[in-house]
């Protein structure tokens, strides 16, 4: 099974979208444009290249955790929400919905917001922060038919910078990454796992389809918004 349920989140056109805006990252970054931003996410920007990189490569490998009962499994389709266009799977002979974690979308991230909690002991402030965005995207995810629960694309970028904003001007940075990835994963995808058998999904991604844009797109946009609106911390006098 594990290398049956290795396949792209969305379509080959969207994910090429990501990618263009993961080179114009780079680009950025050689340029120093954004090193600020991912100074305050405590990262170099070569780690925060790295972690952009993986997270994309990541999104094609799913790992299997279960096999959900399906009286119907949809195969080979490409559905629409909100305006992205996710696939899914073409199976024959599936034995139901596989329950599975991405490991661009929830693995690598996951472990990337334990590593800022420890590192910043953010631990209040993260669990206020995840909290109120897995509110906010369990309020807004919903069960696609065939794909297994999506939210819009923007709606964890904005709700993450906003937050993180509010909660801390020194630590906005980590603070968007933290709550909008482990937000989003909570309130969309765990909270919601009650419905997923009966989309007819053959493979049910936690941080896979339906949550892994929104994750990336976290990454990138609400982390730079949030670092880029920090105050800057007053230099050392020699």
Known sequence: MHGEVQYLPITPGLFSILVLLFAGLIILIQLRILRYAYMRLGVGPGVALLLLFGSL?????????????????????????????????????WPGTVLAVNVGGAVIP???????????????????????IATIMHMTATPVPGVGIAVPVFAPVVATAILAFLLSRDYAAPLAYIGGSMGTLIGADLLNLDKVGGLGAPVASIGGAGTFDGIFLTGILAVLLAGLASPPRPREVW
């Open 57 to 93: 490569v990541g999104s094609y490998f799913n790992i299997p955790i279960t096999v959900l009962p399906a009286k119907v499994v949809r195969s080979g389709e490409i559905v629409d929400f909100f305006g992205m266009r996710y696939v899914v799977p073409l199976v024959t002979q």
């Open 110 to 132: 996951t472990l990337m917001s334990t590593y800022l909690v420890l590192r910043y002991q953010l631990w209040l402030k993260a669990t206020i922060a995840t909290i109120a």
